[in-house]
């Protein structure tokens, strides 16, 4: 999808064209190039007012808008650009903002705005004679055209908080691949389906839920697309199914017009491990917030939304769906986690090694894991370290054991991102702590 080069193409496009250009306006520049939304949305308030360049000053707003989960805001964003700046834009640009707005509507539920604003731009094009380089674009459309024949996703609950009781259980592999049969935890939430009680994982590095066929055919689900790419940064891309539910039960919490993933089952995985059915981030957005108490074993969805912490915003929830977190290391160097609770443990990836590779190699330990995701299984050389100590806001977290990759293009979804992340914080980050506070509300989390 073209969306991969977004954040680049339109911050290529400002030519601050003099040695006279304002610092504010450089700084700004310098941000957007590196993807840097976090230092950007630090910065953004006490640089507008210098700004000079207004496109620049609105381009800043609109990614800051739309990184930190303000979709109305960032349809309003674009909607200005476009209206006042088309000519500065140019084409690419002009496009690259159309698949960023279709994707505005595809999160808000407003598939057949989705699908109208791309059918839109893609018959003016070939209107004028341009065919090549669309089909990104028609394949968004095709994407979001079948979805707007479903009602939007939604949800209804109580005016009161919802506990919901969980639990916080071994992960069970084959002994084949782990000796002990067990790698890290899963939590687990009971889910009903026409009638029927299920055990899903909650998962925020999942940009959906997911179904695997065993339950899939036992739930009577409609699946209306075959042969869908379900993990596209994986050296053997997988496939699945994608399927309609009309409801899903969480406690007192309705989910309605659920868009699942069904995995094709294989050998490898079933070898390793069973898959389990994943709720994720489609109904942790629509809930806003979560408050996970480990060691009481429940979850509650608050009524009253948490109050943004002093230290301000440290989730981001990127263009690719990834949940990111903002921490700060040792010598206050600050570090990005791909936030994963399906994750069972913790991870550090290669840009954190290669900055920290005499530290690591002095006291890690070598060993080879097995392991992978929804639809595929890998085999890599791992090390691991006793511990990473890390500030998340200002509460200090010590994470033990954790996993490091030392192999450049081990891990296909941050070798190849503009904003390197330095790893992926899963359960063992979850297990340390009473309360864990999500909040996608104003994006951030806190204990």
Do not use: W
């Amino acid at each position: 999808m073209i969306m991969g080069k977004l954040i680049l193409t339109l911050c290529m496009m400002f030519f601050i064209s003099s040695m006279s250009a304002q610092r504010a306006d450089m700084r700004i520049k310098e941000l957007l190039d590196k993807a840097d939304y976090f230092t950007l949305e630090e910065e953004y308030p006490s640089l507008k007012d210098s700004v000079q360049t207004v496109i620049l000053k609105l381009f800043a707003k609109t990614m800051i808008d739309y990184n930190f989960n303000l979709m109305q805001l960032t349809l309003e964003d674009i909607r200005e650009l476009v209206i006042n700046h088309q000519r500065e834009l140019g084409f690419e640009n002009t496009a690259n903002l159309v698949s960023l707005t279709s994707l505005c509507y595809g999160r808000l539920g407003n598939y057949a705005n989705a699908a109208d604003n791309l059918k839109n731009f893609l018959d003016q094009v070939k209107s004028m004679g341009l065919k090549d380089g669309l089909s990104s674009f028609e394949e968004m459309y095709v994407g979001f055209d079948e979805l707007q024949k479903f009602p939007a996703p939604n949800i209804s609950r109580p005016e009161r908080d919802v506990e919901i009781p969980i639990s916080i259980e071994p992960f069970k592999v084959s002994k084949s691949v782990e000796p002990t049969g067990v790698r890290g935890t899963h939590l687990y939430l009971p889910v009903t389906i026409h009638g029927k009680e299920y055990k899903f994982i909650l998962d925020t590095g999942s940009s959906h839920s997911f179904i695997p066929e065993r339950l899939a055919k036992d739930m009577k689900l409609h699946v209306f697309k075959d042969s869908v790419i379900i993990n596209k940064n994986t050296e053997n891309i997988s496939y699945g199914m994608n399927a309609y539910l009309d409801s899903m039960q969480i406690g007192d919490i309705t989910y309605r017009n659920v868009i699942v993933c069904i995995p094709k089952t294989t050998v490898a995985v079933d070898n390793i491990a069973q898959v389990d059915a994943i709720l994720g981030l489609d109904f942790i957005l629509l809930m806003k917030e979560l408050q996970i108490y480990p060691k009481e074993k429940k979850i509650i969805f608050p009524v009253k939304y948490t109050s943004l912490p002093e230290t301000g915003r440290n989730l981001m929830l990127r263009i690719d769906n990834h949940l990111i977190l903002k921490v700060y290391g040792s010598n206050n160097e600050r570090l990005l986690f791909h936030l994963d609770t399906g994750n069972t443990k913790a991870d550090l990836f290669y840009s954190y090694y290669s900055e920290h590779k005499a530290e690591i190699d002095s006291k890690a330990v070598k060993s080879t894991i097995t392991g992978g995701g929804l639809g595929y299984v890998e085999t890599k050389e791992i090390l691991h370290i006793p511990s990473i100590s890390l500030k998340i806001g200002d509460i200090p977290a010590e994470i033990k054991d954790i996993r490091v990759n030392p192999v450049a293009g081990n891990n296909k979804m941050q070798d190849s991102d503009i904003m390197l992340l330095d790893g992926a914080m899963g359960m063992d980050l979850i297990n340390i702590f009473p309360k864990i506070v999500i909040n996608l509300k104003d994006m951030f989390m806190s204990f």
